[in-house]
């Protein structure tokens, strides 16, 4: 049974920094698409950044430029560096893939 188990939210003041981690159980990582979403509260759940397997990646028009989406095959693992957050950043952030989701990480930005 694959698992996703995110990692890495948190607070933090405007204009600061954080690095999510998603790490994936099973063996049939490396040949999957992983993405990262976003739910804040009252809100639909929006995707944020996608990764293909070859490392492209897209990303939602309002994090352009400020997040960036990775992943080490090695390592069962996919990332959201997140830079320059702002408030309206604030949301449960969700890894997703192989027709699963994690149970989410909270991310806080508030001065």
């Known amino acids: 049974q694959v698992q996703l188990v995110e990692s890495g939210g948190g607070t933090v003041q405007p204009g600061g920094s954080l690095r999510l981690s998603c790490v994936v159980s099973?063996?049939?990582?490396?040949?999957?698409?992983m993405s990262w979403f976003r739910q804040a509260p009252g809100k639909q759940r929006d995707l944020v950044a996608h990764i293909l397997t070859g490392g492209v990646a897209d990303y939602a028009d309002s994090v352009k430029g400020r997040f960036t989406i990775s992943r080490d095959n090695a390592k069962n693992t996919v990332y959201l560096q997140m830079n320059s957050l702002k408030p309206e950043d604030s949301a449960v952030y969700y890894c997703s893939g192989l027709m699963t989701w994690g149970r989410g990480t909270q991310v806080t930005v508030s001065s």
């Open positions: 099973g063996r049939i990582f490396g040949y999957s698409e």
